[in-house]
């Protein structure tokens, strides 16, 4: 008698992963495939050039991870029955959305799964008879493996420029956007924003009408077809959850497993920590996976509380520091490496200036600009957008369907060489737009690192920058943002503080660019920035990066072994409480400056031709002026006026 083997991956980082039939005909669409190649990491590797992981094994990493997490808490927890019992309620009127009649639509779906028995389902212990607990460990695991479903090439170093094309008036000429920017960005904004109930980040949205299209694709079968769909509609409820609002009885289910999928310590985070420290060569980027998973459980918010979490315990609490304190060394030697930021920003501002071009005809009408589009229209520079940009419920074609899965690294950077080698590019005296393209696509084509320094790489040279930002800020005139009634307050103990003008700085840059806000705001903030900064100057330009990071969020809980209450881990773990005071003492802001005129054949000047140590001064006083005089502005119309 033949035994069906479960199907399963060898994996760099977590070994062999087992997977389900129908997470191979999901894995198996070229929708899917085309995450093989899409990196991890934008352009990490021309810093670290063994750093090619994609996001297809990221998936798989998150969905096996977000596996073990479920079934550990669930196996030992003492809260795991109530948790299952409710579980099934809730699920039925998720389930519910797509049929009419759910019980007939179960029976079905129940008669197929013992027709076409599933060895990995069998591995679990779960049995047809036991379709709930099936539909609840499939439907997390479909939300894992696709939660990157969405993404453009280069994953999140790209997501905030597509994000700010979409949003109104952000184009740098005047008049805002075009038809072209309508027509292109209709499904972006139709998106909720942010400060919404519901509100997906862009590779959520993109991926969930990705999936939708692999459903369609791939599961002819009638039952089949139901199945995946009760699947589907239950993990996109876990992958988008709503905020700011009383939990109804479904988002108590959908909240704690959205925390597997995002949380403090999830299974996204679990992998890519591990598996980008790895491809880093960051041997001190490590920690205790199998400590916490052996450790997760079920607990209640609060005694009597419908809602459940999913926590490590305090018996994994060398597990959960070791993992925050890799993280924070992920993030400060290889994420935030200046090179490896310079290099994503070229990419960015070379994406970005070529969209502008593209999709702004009318304001680009030079022949130079026209060369470039006409490359840009051969290469089907469209197919980034071109899959979502339908109107209502319509389906998009199979020509842009299959256009879009090419739309990966390989592709772009094949569009971007080819824009490199236009002759009007090439020339000596370029106007600034293009200038500015030519430099970003050096950087990123041929790693012309000359053409972007950067202002600073040591948190020395930082030093000088932000006490020029301390001076600025110790004026008069900003004195009530620092005050007790004003919004800076809390940073007004740093003032004057020479030794403490870093935390400052990061502190001002943090509240007016980081609070809450997505990467499009911060790159829109960024770009006006620039474009003060860089007022009068022809031989060179500027630009800014800064990305909010936040190394332990705080607060924090685990479960505790004995009790089960919620315990504070800052109280467990002091190292992993002052991660965020460390972080508040390094580079948070990157600049760099980019030489305007092509200077091949004068060779080598003398001396320091851009005047680093005068251009750190130089920014930082003038960041402050322009970011605490706005800030100003908005405080005083704030206020109530005096009658």
Same mark, same amino acid.
């Given at each position: 008698?033949?035994?069906?083997?479960?199907?399963?991956?060898?994996?760099?980082?977590?070994?062999?992963?087992?997977?389900?039939?129908?997470?191979?005909?999901?894995?198996?669409?070229?929708?899917?495939?085309?995450?093989?190649?899409?990196?991890?990491?934008?352009?990490?590797?021309?810093?670290?050039?063994?750093?090619?992981?994609?996001r297809f094994a990221h998936c798989l990493g998150t969905m096996h991870v977000g596996t073990q997490m479920l079934r550990c808490a669930i196996s030992?927890?003492?809260?795991?029955?109530?948790?299952?019992?409710?579980?099934?309620?809730?699920?039925?009127?998720?389930?519910?959305?797509?049929?009419?009649?759910?019980?007939?639509?179960?029976?079905?779906?129940?008669?197929?799964?013992?027709?076409?028995?599933?060895?990995?389902?069998?591995?679990?212990?779960?049995?047809?008879?036991?379709?709930?607990?099936?539909?609840?460990?499939?439907?997390?695991?479909?939300?894992?493996?696709?939660?990157?479903?969405?993404?453009?090439?280069?994953?999140?170093?790209?997501?905030?420029?597509?994000?700010?094309?979409?949003?109104?008036?952000?184009?740098?000429?005047?008049?805002?956007?075009?038809?072209?920017?309508?027509?292109?960005?209709?499904?972006?904004?139709?998106?909720?924003?942010?400060?919404?109930?519901?509100?997906?980040?862009?590779?959520?949205?993109?991926?969930?009408?990705?999936?939708?299209?692999?459903?369609?694709?791939?599961?002819?079968?009638?039952?089949?077809?139901?199945?995946?769909?009760?699947?589907?509609?239950?993990?996109?409820?876990?992958?988008?959850?709503?905020?700011?609002?009383?939990?109804?009885?479904?988002?108590?289910?959908?909240?704690?497993?959205?925390?597997?999928?995002?949380?403090?310590?999830?299974?996204?985070?679990?992998?890519?920590?591990?598996?980008?420290?790895?491809?880093?060569?960051?041997?001190?980027?490590?920690?205790?996976?199998?400590?916490?998973?052996?450790?997760?459980?079920?607990?209640?918010?609060?005694?009597?509380?419908?809602?459940?979490?999913?926590?490590?315990?305090?018996?994994?609490?060398?597990?959960?520091?070791?993992?925050?304190?890799?993280?924070?060394?992920?993030?400060?030697?290889?994420?935030?490496?200046?090179?490896?930021?310079?290099?994503?920003?070229?990419?960015?501002?070379?994406?970005?200036?070529?969209?502008?071009?593209?999709?702004?005809?009318?304001?680009?009408?030079?022949?130079?600009?026209?060369?470039?589009?006409?490359?840009?229209?051969?290469?089907?520079?469209?197919?980034?957008?071109?899959?979502?940009?339908?109107?209502?419920?319509?389906?998009?074609? /199979? $020509?842009?369907?299959? #256009? &879009?899965?090419?739309?990966?690294? !390989?592709?772009?950077?094949?569009? %971007?060489? *080819?824009? =490199?080698?236009?002759?009007?590019?090439?020339?000596?005296?370029?106007?600034?737009?293009?200038?500015?393209?030519?430099?970003?696509?050096?950087?990123?084509?041929?790693?012309?690192?000359?053409?972007?320094?950067?202002?600073?790489?040591?948190?020395?040279?930082? /030093? $000088?920058?932000?006490? #020029? &930002?301390?001076?600025?800020?110790? !004026?008069?005139?900003?004195?009530? %943002?620092? *005050?007790? =009634?004003?919004?800076?307050?809390?940073?007004?103990?740093?003032?004057?503080?020479?030794?403490?003008?870093?935390?400052?700085?990061?502190?001002?840059?943090?509240?007016i660019l980081g609070p809450e806000a997505e990467g499009k705001r911060i790159l829109a903030e960024l770009r006006k920035l620039e474009r003060r900064?860089?007022?009068?100057?022809?031989?060179?330009?500027?630009?800014?990066?800064?990305?909010?990071?936040?190394?332990?969020?705080?607060?924090?809980?685990?479960?505790?072994?004995?009790?089960?209450?919620?315990?504070?881990?800052?109280?467990?773990?002091?190292?992993?409480?002052?991660?965020?005071?460390?972080?508040?003492?390094?580079?948070?802001?990157?600049?760099?400056?980019?030489?305007?005129?092509?200077?091949?054949?004068?060779?080598?000047?003398?001396?320091?031709?851009?005047?680093?140590?005068?251009?750190?001064?130089?920014?930082?006083?003038?960041?402050?002026?322009?970011?605490?005089?706005?800030?100003?502005?908005?405080?005083?119309?704030?206020?109530?006026?005096?009658?």
């Amino acid at each position: 008698m033949s035994v069906n083997k479960v199907d399963i991956i060898r994996d760099a980082v977590h070994g062999y992963i087992p997977y389900s039939n129908l997470e191979k005909e999901f894995m198996s669409h070229p929708l899917f495939q085309r995450l093989q190649y899409v990196g991890q990491n934008g352009l990490a590797y021309m810093t670290y050039p063994s750093n090619r992981t994609s996001r297809f094994a990221h998936c798989l990493g998150t969905m096996h991870v977000g596996t073990q997490m479920l079934r550990c808490a669930i196996s030992a927890s003492g809260y795991a029955g109530a948790f299952l019992r409710d579980s099934k309620q809730r699920l039925r009127g998720l389930v519910t959305r797509p049929f009419e009649r759910v019980e007939r639509h179960l029976r079905d779906i129940e008669a197929w799964l013992r027709k076409n028995p599933d060895p990995f389902y069998q591995s679990l212990g779960l049995t047809p008879e036991r379709i709930w607990p099936i539909i609840l460990v499939q439907s997390l695991r479909l939300a894992c493996i696709a939660h990157d479903l969405g993404h453009p090439p280069f994953g999140h170093t790209l997501e905030p420029v597509l994000e700010y094309h979409a949003g109104p008036g952000q184009c740098p000429h005047e008049g805002g956007h075009g038809k072209s920017y309508d027509r292109a960005f209709r499904f972006l904004r139709g998106r909720p924003r942010a400060g919404s109930p519901v509100s997906p980040a862009l590779h959520e949205s993109c991926g969930a009408v990705l999936a939708h299209q692999v459903f369609a694709d791939v599961f002819r079968g009638v039952f089949e077809k139901k199945f995946f769909e009760a699947c589907l509609s239950v993990a996109a409820g876990i992958v988008v959850t709503r905020h700011g609002e009383p939990l109804t009885e479904e988002d108590a289910l959908l909240a704690p497993l959205h925390e597997i999928v995002s949380g403090a310590v999830d299974a996204d985070r679990a992998d890519y920590v591990l598996r980008d420290g790895a491809a880093f060569g960051l041997e001190a980027v490590n920690y205790d996976l199998p400590r916490i998973l052996g450790n997760m459980r079920v607990g209640r918010e609060r005694r009597n509380s419908h809602r459940f979490l999913f926590r490590p315990t305090t018996q994994a609490t060398s597990g959960v520091e070791g993992f925050f304190q890799a993280r924070y060394r992920l993030w400060r030697w290889a994420i935030y490496h200046q090179s490896v930021v310079r290099a994503n920003v070229a990419l960015q501002r070379a994406v970005s200036a070529l969209l502008d071009i593209y999709l702004n005809p009318g304001s680009y009408p030079a022949a130079s600009y026209r060369s470039i589009r006409k490359v840009l229209d051969q290469e089907g520079f469209d197919r980034l957008w071109s899959v979502f940009s339908r109107r209502g419920g319509q389906t998009a074609s /199979r $020509e842009k369907i299959s #256009a &879009f899965c090419y739309c990966d690294d !390989a592709w772009l950077m094949g569009v %971007l060489r *080819k824009v =490199s080698l236009v002759p009007s590019i090439m020339k000596r005296r370029l106007p600034q737009p293009l200038a500015l393209l030519r430099a970003y696509l050096g950087v990123v084509c041929r790693r012309e690192t000359g053409l972007m320094q950067a202002l600073w790489k040591r948190i020395e040279q930082y /030093r $000088e920058f932000t006490w #020029a &930002f301390g001076r600025r800020a110790k !004026a008069r005139c900003f004195c009530p %943002l620092f *005050k007790e =009634s004003g919004p800076l307050s809390a940073l007004g103990p740093l003032l004057g503080d020479q030794n403490r003008s870093v935390e400052l700085c990061n502190g001002v840059l943090s509240q007016i660019l980081g609070p809450e806000a997505e990467g499009k705001r911060i790159l829109a903030e960024l770009r006006k920035l620039e474009r003060r900064v860089n007022e009068g100057q022809d031989e060179k330009a500027i630009c800014l990066d800064f990305h909010e990071f936040k190394p332990y969020p705080e607060p924090f809980t685990v479960c505790d072994e004995k009790s089960g209450e919620l315990k504070n881990f800052a109280e467990l773990s002091p190292s992993t409480a002052s991660l965020n005071r460390a972080w508040s003492g390094e580079i948070q802001l990157h600049a760099f400056v980019t030489l305007l005129r092509d200077r091949t054949g004068e060779g080598e000047p003398e001396g320091d031709p851009l005047k680093l140590p005068n251009e750190r001064a130089r920014l930082g006083s003038m960041l402050a002026g322009i970011l605490l005089k706005q800030k100003l502005e908005d405080f005083k119309k704030s206020q109530p006026r005096r009658r």
